[in-house]
T-cell receptor
Framework: NAGVMQNPRHLVRRRGQEARLRCSPV?????VYWYRQLPEEGLKFMVY????????ESGMPKERFSAEFPKEGPSILRIQQVVRGDSAAYFC??????????????FGPGTRLTVL | KQEVTQIPAALSVPEGENLVLNCSFT??????LQWFRQDPGKGLTSLLL?????REQTSGRLNASLDKSSGRSTLYIAASQPGDSATYLC????????????FGGGTRLMVKP
């Protein structure tokens, strides 16, 4: 079984460009989470999605960031008009359930975004 | 708001030592706690998930304990090896729908041969 897949693994963008990060969850998992790890900082929750729905985006910056998890295909985290402060590692995780049991989250290898 | 703290932030030990990593959390109303390992420039590998009804969980040379009432968890690594060198993270899920994880800052472990 393939684990959580993320691509690209490394992404370089110039200020003002758009970044699109993709995440394919573990097969059969319908709960996807995005986390961000800024340099020398801990991992912080950004957004939680189920198929076709954003459930909780309380950790997302209010502007320029958006996320989707369509019925078919991977989850996408989009960052418009990137700035240097967006440089970070972005991790995706998936889980089978979101209840109290069987909610263990499995993480992908991350996408490392560098903004020049 | 849940806060997770890990002490020490960094630890360097000679090979073969037994060691303990500490994790504390402010809201004891959790129903599980996960320990992860992160190698430099890599993703997170889940090491142990301990349910609130459990006091301990073991996997090989790793043993995690959980004391909800005091808001603490420890990760015990027996007979450490250079390959154990990594950053160790603990995380607890929120009580909101979705169980997003709150992470500690991590303990950066170096095991010297």
């Amino acid at each position: 079984n393939a684990g959580v897949m993320q691509n690209p693994r490394h992404l370089v963008r110039r200020r003002g460009q758009e970044a699109r990060l993709r995440c394919s969850p573990v097969k059969g998992h319908s709960h996807v989470y995005w986390y961000r790890q800024l340099p020398e900082e801990g991992l912080k929750f950004m957004v939680y999605l189920q198929k076709e729905n954003i459930i909780d985006e309380s950790g997302m910056p209010k502007e320029r960031f958006s996320a989707e998890f369509p019925k078919e295909g991977p989850s996408i985290l989009r960052i418009q008009q990137v700035v240097r402060g967006d440089s970070a590692a972005y991790f995706c995780a998936s889980s089978l359930f979101s209840g109290r049991l069987y909610n263990e989250q499995f993480f992908g290898p991350g996408t490392r975004l560098t903004v020049l | 708001k849940q806060e997770v703290t890990q002490i020490p932030a960094a630890l360097s030990v000679p090979e073969g030592e037994n060691l303990v990593l500490n994790c504390s959390f402010t809201d004891s109303a959790i129903y599980n706690l996960q320990w992860f390992r992160q190698d430099p420039g890599k993703g997170l590998t889940s090491l142990l998930l301990i349910q609130s009804s459990q006091r301990e969980q073991t996997s090989g040379r790793l043993n995690a304990s959980l004391d909800k009432s005091s808001g603490r968890s420890t990760l015990y690594i027996a007979a450490s090896q250079p390959g154990d060198s990594a950053t160790y993270l603990c995380a607890v899920p929120s009580n909101n729908a979705g169980n997003m994880l709150t992470f500690g800052g991590g303990t950066r472990l170096m095991v010297k041969p």
